[in-house]
């Protein structure tokens, strides 16, 4: 697009809409700092630390669980908690 290609006919080369086509310019011209938004780098960032999250949230919740069958006051000797 940079070089003056048309927005209607690179979405009808690539089979997509042209909405597609102005989603990744708009994204481009965040990641190069034109405009203000989130980057793709930001982003995938987003998505791994939300997944790394999850994980650690169910993991509490298994630990919880754990302690819950085991009995609520079940610290080793010693413990100031």
Request: charged residues 40%.
């Amino acid at each position: 697009m940079r070089s003056g290609g048309s927005v209607t006919k690179t979405a009808h080369d690539l089979d997509i809409t042209s909405t597609t086509i102005y989603n990744w310019i708009k994204q481009d011209r965040i990641d190069r700092g034109v405009i203000p938004g989130v980057t793709t780098k930001e982003s995938k960032e987003l998505v791994k630390a939300r997944r790394r999250i999850r994980e650690l949230e169910t993991e509490v919740e298994i630990l919880r669980r754990a302690n819950e069958l085991l009995g609520k006051d079940r610290r080793p000797r010693g413990s100031t908690r």
